[in-house]
């Protein structure tokens, strides 16, 4: 079955730096990727999409990189704020195109 | 718009006890997908819906769970009898025609404790 794995529950950077967020899978090769984001006691709201032909994609000071080859994507958020701590999730399209499959996440804590 | 709208908010039952779940999804979406979330499993889907229509509910842990979706702008999730495994938070979502290709719009949960 299909597994999705994000590197590190929790990561701890200094505002200003660039934090990298690592989402691993295994067993298949999906059709697309997405990123969300998820504050304490909400659900989680989408951030971006990126699809197998696409290598890289950004939206302001987000970055997310695809590697097939690899089976992996990486979440870049450059000039990091405090106000970008919170939990952010992979998902993956299953095999049979049906559900999206979330990894468990990973928290960000930027300290000013 | 509202978003996608849940109740209850927060839900504490004794086990054994009906709990039903409650979801409005975005005007005109047309695809519904029930989740929990845990510390220990993360986020799963249980079951989606399309025009109404149950598609995929093989998340869906028991036969003590069930969902319907009676019309396009509500879906109920109903767990009985209810035990204390099932303490988790529960999110709804919806998106449009391209179901799971598209970004799904999550409701704010319901926080449900079973004792």
């Known amino acids: 079955s299909q597994k999705i794995e994000q590197n590190s529950e929790a990561l701890n950077i200094q505002e200003g730096k660039t934090a990298t967020l690592t989402c691993n899978y295994t067993n298949y090769s999906p059709a697309y990727l997405q990123w969300y984001r998820q504050d304490p006691g909400r659900g989680p709201v989408f951030l971006l999409l990126?699809?197998?032909?696409?290598k890289e994609k950004r939206k302001e000071r987000l970055k997310v990189t695809f590697d097939t080859t690899l089976k992996q994507s990486l979440f870049h958020i450059t000039a990091s704020q405090p106000a970008d701590s919170a939990t952010y999730l992979c998902?993956?399209?299953?095999?049979?195109?049906?559900?999206?499959?979330f990894g468990k996440g990973t928290t960000l804590s930027v300290s000013s | 718009d509202a978003g996608v709208i849940q109740s209850p908010r927060h839900e504490v039952t004794e086990m054994g006890q009906e709990v039903t779940l409650r979801c409005k999804p975005i005007s005109g979406h047309d695809y519904l997908f029930w989740y929990r979330q845990t510390m220990m499993r993360g986020l799963e889907l249980l079951i989606y819906?399309?025009?109404?229509?149950?598609?995929?509910d093989s998340g869906m842990p028991e036969d003590r769970f069930s969902a319907k979706m009676p019309n396009a702008s509500f879906s109920t999730l109903k767990i009985q009898p209810s035990e204390p495994r099932d303490s988790a938070v529960y999110f709804c979502?919806?998106?449009?025609?391209?179901?799971?290709?598209?970004?799904?719009?999550f409701g704010p949960g319901t926080r449900l404790t079973v004792l």
């Open positions: 819906f399309n025009n109404n229509v149950p598609i995929d």
């Open positions: 979502a919806s998106t449009t025609e391209g179901g799971t290709y598209n970004e799904q719009f």
């Open positions: 998902a993956l399209v299953n095999q049979a195109g049906t559900a999206l499959i």
């Open positions: 990126i699809r197998e032909n696409e």
